[in-house]
Protein backbone atom coordinates (compact mmCIF):
# COMPACT_ATOMS: atom_id res chain seq x y z
CA UNK A 1 0.00 0.00 0.00
CA UNK A 2 0.92 3.51 -0.66
CA UNK A 3 2.29 5.60 2.22
CA UNK A 4 0.21 8.27 3.51
CA UNK A 5 1.65 11.42 2.40
CA UNK A 6 3.18 13.55 5.18
CA UNK A 7 0.24 16.35 6.41
CA UNK A 8 1.58 19.87 6.42
CA UNK A 9 2.60 22.03 9.41
CA UNK A 10 -0.03 24.41 9.41
CA UNK A 11 -0.71 24.99 12.97
CA UNK A 12 0.62 27.34 15.42
CA UNK A 13 2.56 25.72 17.97
CA UNK A 14 1.47 24.61 21.63
CA UNK A 15 2.75 26.25 24.39
CA UNK A 16 4.07 22.85 25.32
CA UNK A 17 5.97 22.25 21.79
CA UNK A 18 7.54 26.07 22.49
CA UNK A 19 8.90 24.65 25.87
CA UNK A 20 10.40 21.78 23.97
CA UNK A 21 11.99 23.54 21.67
CA UNK A 22 13.33 26.34 24.01
CA UNK A 23 14.82 23.62 25.68
CA UNK A 24 16.79 22.13 22.76
CA UNK A 25 17.75 25.61 21.78
CA UNK A 26 15.68 26.75 19.28
CA UNK A 27 14.39 30.46 19.89
CA UNK A 28 13.86 33.25 17.96
CA UNK A 29 17.48 35.41 17.96
CA UNK A 30 18.78 37.70 15.68
CA UNK A 31 22.83 38.32 16.03
CA UNK A 32 22.01 41.21 14.13
CA UNK A 33 20.79 43.04 17.02
CA UNK A 34 23.97 41.89 19.41
CA UNK A 35 26.08 43.07 16.85
CA UNK A 36 24.83 46.76 16.18
CA UNK A 37 23.94 46.94 20.00
CA UNK A 38 27.33 46.01 20.77
CA UNK A 39 28.89 48.37 17.94
CA UNK A 40 26.76 51.25 18.72
CA UNK A 41 27.04 51.53 22.78
CA UNK A 42 31.12 50.94 21.77
CA UNK A 43 31.18 53.95 19.93
CA UNK A 44 29.22 55.57 22.03
CA UNK A 45 31.55 54.35 25.28
CA UNK A 46 34.43 55.51 22.93
CA UNK A 47 33.28 58.83 22.01
CA UNK A 48 32.54 59.86 26.01
CA UNK A 49 34.92 57.70 28.02
CA UNK A 50 38.28 57.72 25.35
CA UNK A 51 39.65 61.33 26.57
CA UNK A 52 39.80 59.22 29.87
CA UNK A 53 41.10 56.49 28.65
CA UNK A 54 43.86 58.04 26.11
CA UNK A 55 44.71 59.94 29.15
CA UNK A 56 45.34 56.94 31.55
CA UNK A 57 47.79 55.78 28.31
CA UNK A 58 49.47 58.73 27.95
CA UNK A 59 50.35 58.83 31.66
CA UNK A 60 51.48 55.45 31.68
CA UNK A 61 53.78 55.80 27.87
CA UNK A 62 55.16 59.21 30.07
CA UNK A 63 56.20 57.33 33.06
CA UNK A 64 57.74 54.63 30.86
CA UNK A 65 59.96 56.22 28.88
CA UNK A 66 60.34 58.75 31.46
CA UNK A 67 62.36 56.45 33.68
CA UNK A 68 63.83 54.21 31.19
CA UNK A 69 67.15 55.31 31.89
CA UNK A 70 66.34 54.74 35.79
CA UNK A 71 64.91 51.42 36.11
CA UNK A 72 66.46 47.90 35.37
CA UNK A 73 63.84 45.46 35.52
CA UNK A 74 64.66 42.25 37.05
CA UNK A 75 63.54 39.08 38.20
CA UNK A 76 62.54 40.61 41.61
CA UNK A 77 61.15 43.98 40.21
CA UNK A 78 59.35 42.60 37.17
CA UNK A 79 56.28 41.79 38.69
CA UNK A 80 56.02 45.12 40.49
CA UNK A 81 56.15 46.99 36.84
CA UNK A 82 53.92 44.13 35.64
CA UNK A 83 51.36 44.76 38.29
CA UNK A 84 51.22 48.59 37.85
CA UNK A 85 51.37 48.48 33.68
CA UNK A 86 48.39 45.36 33.89
CA UNK A 87 46.50 47.76 36.29
CA UNK A 88 46.84 51.12 34.60
CA UNK A 89 46.10 49.38 31.05
CA UNK A 90 42.68 47.85 33.45
CA UNK A 91 41.83 50.92 34.26
CA UNK A 92 41.87 53.38 30.90
CA UNK A 93 40.45 50.13 28.86
CA UNK A 94 38.46 48.18 31.54
CA UNK A 95 35.01 50.64 31.34
CA UNK A 96 34.43 50.16 27.62
CA UNK A 97 35.12 46.47 28.00
CA UNK A 98 32.74 46.28 30.72
CA UNK A 99 29.97 48.62 28.56
CA UNK A 100 30.50 46.07 25.83
CA UNK A 101 30.24 43.01 27.99
CA UNK A 102 27.18 44.49 29.62
CA UNK A 103 25.25 45.27 26.47
CA UNK A 104 26.34 42.02 24.64
CA UNK A 105 24.71 40.68 27.82
CA UNK A 106 21.55 42.59 28.00
CA UNK A 107 20.77 42.20 23.88
CA UNK A 108 20.25 38.28 24.12
CA UNK A 109 18.36 38.37 27.46
CA UNK A 110 16.12 40.92 25.94
CA UNK A 111 15.38 38.66 22.92
CA UNK A 112 15.11 34.96 24.18
CA UNK A 113 15.55 36.19 28.51
CA UNK A 114 17.06 33.62 30.77
CA UNK A 115 18.43 30.03 28.62
CA UNK A 116 20.52 28.10 29.37
CA UNK A 117 20.83 24.66 27.29
CA UNK A 118 23.91 22.50 26.05
CA UNK A 119 21.84 20.98 23.69
CA UNK A 120 23.21 22.90 20.40
CA UNK A 121 26.60 22.21 21.66
CA UNK A 122 26.03 18.12 22.24
CA UNK A 123 28.42 16.29 19.36
CA UNK A 124 26.48 14.69 16.67
CA UNK A 125 27.54 12.13 14.52
CA UNK A 126 25.68 13.46 11.95
CA UNK A 127 28.05 16.79 11.99
CA UNK A 128 30.93 14.65 10.54
CA UNK A 129 28.83 13.64 7.43
CA UNK A 130 30.66 15.21 4.85
CA UNK A 131 27.82 14.95 2.39
CA UNK A 132 25.50 16.21 4.83
CA UNK A 133 28.03 19.25 5.33
CA UNK A 134 28.33 20.03 1.61
CA UNK A 135 24.07 19.90 1.76
CA UNK A 136 23.95 22.31 4.09
CA UNK A 137 26.39 24.60 2.37
CA UNK A 138 24.74 24.61 -0.33
CA UNK A 139 21.46 25.01 1.12
CA UNK A 140 18.30 27.02 0.67
CA UNK A 141 18.80 28.78 4.02
CA UNK A 142 22.83 29.42 3.31
CA UNK A 143 22.01 30.81 -0.48
CA UNK A 144 19.77 33.12 1.35
CA UNK A 145 22.15 33.73 4.61
CA UNK A 146 25.05 34.93 1.64
CA UNK A 147 22.16 36.84 -0.02
CA UNK A 148 21.21 38.53 2.75
CA UNK A 149 24.81 39.17 3.46
CA UNK A 150 25.47 40.14 0.71
CA UNK A 151 23.05 42.91 0.49
CA UNK A 152 24.14 44.48 3.88
CA UNK A 153 27.55 44.74 2.77
CA UNK A 154 26.07 46.76 -0.65
CA UNK A 155 24.00 48.77 1.79
CA UNK A 156 26.50 49.81 4.28
CA UNK A 157 28.93 50.17 1.60
CA UNK A 158 26.41 53.03 -0.15
CA UNK A 159 25.76 54.49 3.14
CA UNK A 160 29.70 54.89 3.70
CA UNK A 161 30.22 56.22 0.77
CA UNK A 162 27.87 59.17 0.67
CA UNK A 163 28.96 59.55 4.09
CA UNK A 164 32.82 60.27 3.45
CA UNK A 165 31.34 62.01 0.19
CA UNK A 166 30.08 64.23 2.64
CA UNK A 167 33.31 64.57 4.90
CA UNK A 168 34.92 65.39 1.92
CA UNK A 169 34.22 68.70 1.00
CA UNK A 170 36.03 70.22 4.67
CA UNK A 171 39.41 68.34 3.29
CA UNK A 172 41.23 71.52 1.03
CA UNK A 173 40.88 73.58 4.20
CA UNK A 174 42.20 71.03 6.45
CA UNK A 175 46.46 72.52 5.76
CA UNK A 176 45.64 76.11 7.10
CA UNK A 177 44.67 73.98 10.21
CA UNK A 178 46.63 73.61 13.13
CA UNK A 179 47.58 69.62 13.76
CA UNK A 180 44.97 69.67 17.25
CA UNK A 181 42.48 70.68 14.86
CA UNK A 182 42.98 68.11 11.87
CA UNK A 183 43.12 65.28 14.55
CA UNK A 184 39.45 66.80 16.06
CA UNK A 185 37.79 66.66 12.48
CA UNK A 186 39.00 63.20 11.57
CA UNK A 187 38.01 62.33 15.17
CA UNK A 188 34.66 63.56 14.48
CA UNK A 189 34.31 62.96 10.70
CA UNK A 190 34.87 59.15 11.63
CA UNK A 191 32.19 59.32 14.36
CA UNK A 192 29.51 60.52 12.18
CA UNK A 193 30.65 58.28 9.56
CA UNK A 194 30.05 55.41 12.14
CA UNK A 195 27.02 56.83 13.45
CA UNK A 196 25.27 57.03 9.54
CA UNK A 197 26.18 53.39 9.24
CA UNK A 198 24.92 51.94 12.50
CA UNK A 199 21.49 54.05 11.61
CA UNK A 200 21.35 51.57 8.81
CA UNK A 201 22.33 48.34 10.53
CA UNK A 202 19.47 49.45 12.64
CA UNK A 203 17.11 48.91 10.39
CA UNK A 204 18.79 46.18 9.03
CA UNK A 205 18.84 44.62 12.34
CA UNK A 206 15.06 45.21 12.80
CA UNK A 207 14.07 43.22 9.26
CA UNK A 208 16.87 40.87 10.30
CA UNK A 209 14.91 39.69 14.08
CA UNK A 210 11.32 40.03 12.15
CA UNK A 211 12.64 37.28 9.38
CA UNK A 212 14.01 34.99 12.56
CA UNK A 213 10.95 35.60 14.32
CA UNK A 214 9.06 34.56 11.30
CA UNK A 215 11.73 31.56 10.17
CA UNK A 216 11.56 30.34 14.08
CA UNK A 217 7.43 30.17 14.18
CA UNK A 218 7.66 28.43 10.91
CA UNK A 219 9.79 25.71 12.09
CA UNK A 220 8.39 25.13 14.92
CA UNK A 221 4.77 24.83 12.99
CA UNK A 222 2.75 21.63 13.88
CA UNK A 223 0.40 19.20 12.02
CA UNK A 224 -3.22 18.65 13.16
CA UNK A 225 -2.06 15.10 14.07
CA UNK A 226 0.74 15.85 16.00
CA UNK A 227 -1.97 18.60 18.15
CA UNK A 228 -4.41 16.13 18.73
CA UNK A 229 -1.57 13.26 19.86
CA UNK A 230 -0.54 15.68 22.38
CA UNK A 231 -3.56 16.45 23.65
CA UNK A 232 -4.40 13.12 24.21
CA UNK A 233 -1.16 12.70 25.77
CA UNK A 234 -1.76 15.77 28.69
CA UNK A 235 -5.22 15.72 28.76
CA UNK A 236 -5.65 11.92 28.51
CA UNK A 237 -7.66 10.04 26.05
CA UNK A 238 -10.97 11.26 25.32
CA UNK A 239 -12.88 8.26 25.38
CA UNK A 240 -11.12 7.48 28.49
CA UNK A 241 -12.30 10.52 30.01
CA UNK A 242 -16.01 9.98 28.67
CA UNK A 243 -15.55 6.97 30.58
CA UNK A 244 -14.81 8.47 33.82
CA UNK A 245 -17.22 10.96 33.50
CA UNK A 246 -19.96 8.50 32.99
CA UNK A 247 -18.87 6.91 36.01
CA UNK A 248 -18.91 10.00 38.29
CA UNK A 249 -22.49 10.51 36.99
CA UNK A 250 -23.57 7.42 37.89
CA UNK A 251 -22.20 7.45 40.73
CA UNK A 252 -23.83 10.95 41.32
CA UNK A 253 -27.25 9.47 40.76
CA UNK A 254 -27.24 6.39 42.81
CA UNK A 255 -26.29 8.56 45.86
CA UNK A 256 -28.70 10.93 44.81
CA UNK A 257 -31.45 8.15 44.70
CA UNK A 258 -30.61 7.36 48.20
CA UNK A 259 -30.84 10.32 49.37
CA UNK A 260 -34.63 10.71 48.10
CA UNK A 261 -36.32 8.79 51.51
CA UNK A 262 -34.93 10.87 53.59
CA UNK A 263 -36.94 14.31 51.93
CA UNK A 264 -40.07 16.03 53.14
CA UNK A 265 -41.65 16.68 50.32
CA UNK A 266 -41.22 16.14 46.33
CA UNK A 267 -42.31 18.90 44.28
CA UNK A 268 -43.31 18.67 40.55
CA UNK A 269 -43.97 20.09 37.29
CA UNK A 270 -45.82 17.29 37.23
CA UNK A 271 -44.42 15.43 34.89
CA UNK A 272 -40.88 16.85 33.41
CA UNK A 273 -39.48 17.94 36.78
CA UNK A 274 -39.30 17.00 40.21
CA UNK A 275 -37.24 18.39 43.09
CA UNK A 276 -37.02 16.42 46.32
CA UNK A 277 -36.71 18.92 49.59
CA UNK A 278 -35.70 18.42 53.22
CA UNK A 279 -35.86 20.56 56.02
CA UNK A 280 -35.51 19.94 59.87
CA UNK A 281 -36.15 23.19 61.95
CA UNK A 282 -33.83 22.22 64.48
CA UNK A 283 -30.62 21.53 62.32
CA UNK A 284 -30.96 23.96 59.45
CA UNK A 285 -31.35 27.68 58.71
CA UNK A 286 -33.64 27.16 55.29
CA UNK A 287 -34.98 23.87 53.08
CA UNK A 288 -32.49 21.70 51.29
CA UNK A 289 -32.68 19.90 48.22
CA UNK A 290 -31.98 16.18 48.08
CA UNK A 291 -32.60 15.36 44.67
CA UNK A 292 -33.90 16.55 41.52
CA UNK A 293 -33.92 15.52 37.94
CA UNK A 294 -35.69 15.74 34.30
CA UNK A 295 -38.17 13.26 32.61
CA UNK A 296 -37.02 9.64 33.52
CA UNK A 297 -35.31 10.89 36.74
CA UNK A 298 -38.04 12.96 37.87
CA UNK A 299 -39.88 9.55 37.38
CA UNK A 300 -38.49 7.67 39.21
CA UNK A 301 -37.87 10.54 41.88
CA UNK A 302 -41.32 10.45 42.21
CA UNK A 303 -41.26 6.33 42.63
CA UNK A 304 -39.11 6.64 44.97
CA UNK A 305 -41.20 9.06 46.90
CA UNK A 306 -44.45 7.56 46.66
CA UNK A 307 -42.64 3.62 48.03
CA UNK A 308 -41.64 5.31 50.77
CA UNK A 309 -44.57 7.63 51.72
CA UNK A 310 -43.45 10.85 50.67
CA UNK A 311 -45.70 13.87 49.85
CA UNK A 312 -45.74 14.82 45.92
CA UNK A 313 -46.64 18.20 45.55
CA UNK A 314 -47.53 19.49 42.05
CA UNK A 315 -46.65 23.01 41.71
CA UNK A 316 -45.29 23.61 38.28
CA UNK A 317 -43.54 27.80 38.90
CA UNK A 318 -42.03 26.67 42.23
CA UNK A 319 -40.82 23.23 40.96
CA UNK A 320 -39.14 25.32 37.38
CA UNK A 321 -37.63 27.92 39.87
CA UNK A 322 -35.68 25.32 42.38
CA UNK A 323 -34.44 23.42 39.46
CA UNK A 324 -32.89 25.98 37.80
CA UNK A 325 -31.58 27.67 41.03
CA UNK A 326 -30.63 25.41 42.73
CA UNK A 327 -27.91 22.47 42.26
CA UNK A 328 -27.92 19.25 45.08
CA UNK A 329 -27.16 19.54 48.16
CA UNK A 330 -27.78 23.24 48.48
CA UNK A 331 -30.25 25.45 50.41
CA UNK A 332 -32.65 27.24 48.38
CA UNK A 333 -32.01 30.68 47.85
CA UNK A 334 -33.90 33.13 49.94
CA UNK A 335 -36.61 34.26 46.84
CA UNK A 336 -38.04 30.87 47.40
CA UNK A 337 -38.16 30.66 51.16
CA UNK A 338 -42.28 31.99 50.43
CA UNK A 339 -43.35 29.69 47.84
CA UNK A 340 -41.56 26.86 49.87
CA UNK A 341 -42.65 27.22 53.21
CA UNK A 342 -46.26 27.22 51.88
CA UNK A 343 -46.25 23.82 50.71
CA UNK A 344 -44.21 23.36 53.60
CA UNK A 345 -47.06 23.80 55.63
CA UNK A 346 -49.61 22.03 53.89
CA UNK A 347 -47.51 18.82 54.24
CA UNK A 348 -47.11 19.14 57.75
CA UNK A 349 -50.90 20.03 57.84
CA UNK A 350 -51.55 16.83 55.61
CA UNK A 351 -49.31 15.06 58.58
CA UNK A 352 -51.65 16.39 60.95
CA UNK A 353 -54.17 15.44 59.47
CA UNK A 354 -53.27 11.46 59.32
Not at 9 to 17: D, I, L
Not at 53 to 61: F, M, P, Q, S, Y
Not at 270 to 299: C, F, W
Request: charged content about 20%.
Amino acid sequence: MPDKPAQERTEKATPKRRQEARKEGKVARSQEISSIAILMFGIGSMYFIMPSTLGHLRELATWIFANATEHSITAVNFPLYFKYVLTTFAIAVGPILMVLAVVALASNLLQVGILFTVKPIEPKLDKLNVIKGLGRLVSGKSLFDLFKNVVKLSLIGIVGYYAVKAEMQFVPILPDLSVPQIMGFMGGAAFRVALKCCLMLVILAVLDYAYQKWDYEKSIRMTKQEIREEMKNTEGNPQIKGRIRQVQRDAAFRRMMTDVPKADVVVTNPTHVAVALQYNPDTMDSPKVLAKGQRLIAERIKEIAEENDIPIVENRPLARALFKACEVGMQIPASLFRAVAEVLAYVYTLKGNN
